[in-house]
Structures are given as structure tokens and as C-alpha cells.
């Protein structure tokens, strides 16, 4: 079960003027299970979106790349239970195919649609169930549909991942919708397994672009599951000018910041929902790293103790061998400690002052704090006045039986 997740409900989440969301069975996965998502986009719209930097990134990465750079999205088609990743030429030639399907149902230009899939790597997308699907999808587009999406974009994921937000910006009301897809292979580096965040405001294409950068930096790109960055990560953030407030051109508007404040905060626990909701996760960990020379060497040392799957065992059986913790400290690659300054803590527990083992700590204040659910990891460097946080899980014997069994 995730850890500690609020699960939303249909009547959480707010339509977005602009946005239309059809939902369609194509049975890539499962029989009668909703695996395809149209997004329509009202024209006038700003559109941003980042990609995984895995070289082997998908197909549909790389057709929607193109067709950014050649026209503004009007359409995003999403399926989930197949990657269409590792597989060639043949992969390019379907995934254009089902934009051009698309396209050819709302009679748009192909290179106005882009493909987004997740599920399995190395399979061929298989396009004709897909089409043959994309009909029902298109005559279902409804503004008040971001609940069956969430659901329509999972694959491993045990719930949905959606959250909506409304402030008032100049006397007009904004609305903030975003869903994610996300629970092992889960290392964003630019971005998340799958997310989609829209607003009605009206906000400059290089205003909207510098927003998803800053909100996905501080989110999408501080979690991990597993460290395992996918081949089909995508963030999408889309403002359709449809609220009636005036245009934001400045990312230093009073009003961007307010929007922009939101923006991130929908992120960021669309990030945190992917880790409590990861792959037989039952703890929510928090690392947070200070006193280092940069931001950089901060966040080297946070990742390096996330990935131990020693201290991530440690985490799953509430074991305070914070020997663990130590050693991944010191093989991070940060060069030139002074052990001296070292200092690391469970929640507000000192464990390590100075370098070795704090006099006041016991092996009890170290076991009630790992028999939480949700921990701090603090370390402190002494090196300097940079901080960084990161947030993970810990590994399970789900985890294992999950990944191994995936494909069957």
C-alpha cells in the first residue's frame, strides 16, 4: 500500500477550460482495461514539455520532439502497457501512425500531436489496436475527465496520482489540474515517468518554459525510486489562456510568482506520490543533505544514499544500522572531507557528531525513529552553507516479486 497517500477523487479534480480528455480500452495490456488517453488542446494554448535524457529514449520521445519543434501540440495521445522503447525503425513508424490517426480523426496536422507511452520495453507498439481504439477516445473528450485519465495512464501504480489547485490572480480565478504516472524506474532526470499539469492562465511560451524547469528541478528531478531513469519520461505543462486573466510575460510578475508557486506545489507532491507510491515502498524518506560547497555535492551524496540498497533494506526491516548510512556518505565521491565536521541524524536524533559515533545516542532512539513510516535522513558536512533535499523509498520483498513477475 502506498505510504500515507491521499487517494483523489473525481470530485477533487478540477476541469481545466481548454483542456478536453477522451479515455479508450485499446487492450495493449488488459482486456477492458482504459490504456489510451487523447488530450485535446484548445487552440491559442503555450505548451512545455521535458524529456527523459536516456540515450535509448523511446520513440514517442523522440516523434514528440519533433513535432514540438514544428508546430503547437493541439493533441497529446498517451498508452500505457506498452513503452514502444528499444524498438527501431519500426517503433518510429508506429508511433507516427497513431498521430496520423489522430490527426486524421480531428482533421489536424499530424506533426500537431504528440505520443507519450509507458509500459513495457522492447515490445512493438501495437498500433492496431490502438487505432482501431482511438475513435471511442475522441468521441469521449470531455473537460471533466482528469480522474479516469489518472487511472488510464497507470501501469504499476497501485493508485492514482491527481491533484488540483485554484488561486485568484488579478481578480480572475486560476485553475491548476496535473496527474502523473509513476512507481519503479524511477529516477527523473528531467522529468517523471509520465505528468501532465494544465492551467487555464495565460502565461508567455518562455515564461511557461522557465516555470516547468524551475517546478521540475525541485520535484520531478529530487526523487527516486530505484535510481533507474526511464527510456519514456515526459513532463508536460500546458497554459490555455482561457481564464480571461491578462498575459503573464515575466517569470518576476507578482502574479507568476503566485502561479508559479502553485505550479510547483502540485509537482512536488505529484513527485512525493510517486515515491510513497513506489514499487512495494512502505516507507517515505526524506534526505537532506547541508553544509556542503554547492547544491551539486549536496544532492551527490543524498542520491548516493538513497541508492544503497543497503540502507534502503535497513529502512524496509526499521533497522537503525546507521552504519549504512555512513558508508554511503563517505564512498559518495565528495573528496576532501574533514570527518571532524560530520554529522548525521535520524529526524532530530544525532547518531554520528564529529565524525564518529554521538555519545548520547541509543540503540532505542535509533529503533523509534526507523519504526516510522515516513524518516528524515540529515547529514551535515560541514563544508560549507549549500543544502539540497531528495526523496525515496525503501526496498521491500515486494519490490523484488513486483519487478521480477512484471511481465508475466
Given amino acids: 500500500m502506498p505510504v500515507n497517500l491521499p487517494v ?23 482486456v477492458g482495461k482504459e490504456d489510451l488517453v ?3 488542446i ?7 514539455v521535458v524529456y527523459t535524457k536516456n540515450s535509448f529514449c523511446a520513440a514517442p ?27 527501431g525503425e519500426a517503433g518510429m513508424q508506429s508511433a507516427q501512425r497513431c498521430c496520423q490517426a489522430v490527426a486524421e480523426l480531428a482533421n489536424v496536422s499530424a506533426n500537431t500531436v504528440l505520443p507519450f507511452s509507458t509500459g513495457v520495453i522492447g515490445q512493438q507498439l501495437p498500433v492496431d489496436k490502438m487505432t482501431t481504439a482511438l475513435p471511442a477516445a475522441y468521441q469521449s473528450l470531455i473537460r471533466d475527465n482528469w480522474f479516469d485519465a489518472a487511472h488510464a495512464i497507470m501501469t504499476t501504480d497501485t493508485v492514482a496520482k491527481a491533484i488540483s489547485k485554484q488561486i485568484e490572480v488579478d ?70 489562456a482561457q481564464a480571461g486573466s491578462s498575459t503573464i510575460t515575466s517569470i518576476d510578475d507578482n502574479s507568476a510568482q503566485m502561479l508559479y508557486q502553485i505550479i510547483a506545489e502540485i509537482s512536488q507532491q505529484l513527485a512525493h506520490a510517486i515515491v510513497r507510491d513506489g514499487e512495494g515502498a512502505t516507507k517515505f524518506i526524506a534526505i537532506d543533505v547541508q553544509q556542503g560547497v554547492d547544491t551539486a555535492e549536496c544532492r551527490q551524496v543524498a542520491y548516493t544514499i538513497a541508492h544503497s540498497p543497503l540502507v534502503k533494506t535497513a529502512l524496509f526491516a526499521s533497522d537503525p544500522n546507521w552504519g549504512r548510512i555512513l558508508a554511503a556518505v563517505g564512498r559518495s565521491g565528495v573528496t576532501e572531507f574533514n570527518l571532524s565536521k560530520v554529522a548525521i541524524y535520524l529526524d532530530d536524533i544525532c ?12 540503540e532505542e532512539q535509533g529503533q523509534k525513529v526507523m519504526d516510522q513510516d515516513e524518516i528524515t535522513i ?25 519487478n521480477a513477475e512484471y511481465r508475466t
Fill in 8 to 30: 483523489p477523487t473525481a470530485s477533487t479534480l478540477l476541469p481545466i477550460k481548454g483542456i478536453e480528455i477522451g479515455i479508450a480500452s485499446a487492450g495493449i495490456k488488459t
Fill in 38 to 40: 487523447l488530450i485535446k
Fill in 42 to 48: 484548445a487552440q491559442g494554448s503555450s505548451t512545455s
Fill in 61 to 87: 520521445v523522440t516523434l514528440a520532439k519533433q513535432h514540438q519543434q514544428q508546430a503547437s501540440p493541439l493533441y497529446l495521445l498517451i498508452n500505457s502497457g506498452n513503452a514502444n522503447a528499444g524498438t
Fill in 171 to 240: 481578480g480572475k480565478t486560476i485553475t491548476v489540474t496535473g496527474m502523473a504516472k509513476g512507481s519503479g524506474m524511477i529516477r527523473p532526470d528531467m522529468a517523471t515517468m509520465l505528468s501532465y499539469i494544465a492551467t487555464d492562465a495565460a502565461i508567455e511560451q518562455s515564461v511557461l518554459d522557465t516555470m516547468l524547469h524551475n517546478a521540475v528541478e525541485q520535484s520531478f528531478n529530487r526523487i527516486t525510486v530505484d535510481g533507474d531513469t526511464s527510456t519514456n519520461d515526459a513532463c508536460v505543462l500546458i497554459a490555455t
Fill in 351 to 362: 547518531i554520528v557528531k564529529n565524525g564518529e559515533p554521538a555519545s548520547e545516542y541509543t
Fill in 378 to 402: 540529515k547529514v551535515e558536512l560541514g563544508r560549507g552553507m549549500a543544502k539540497d533535499t531528495i526523496w525515496t523509498c525503501d526496498f521491500s520483498y515486494d519490490y523484488v516479486k513486483i
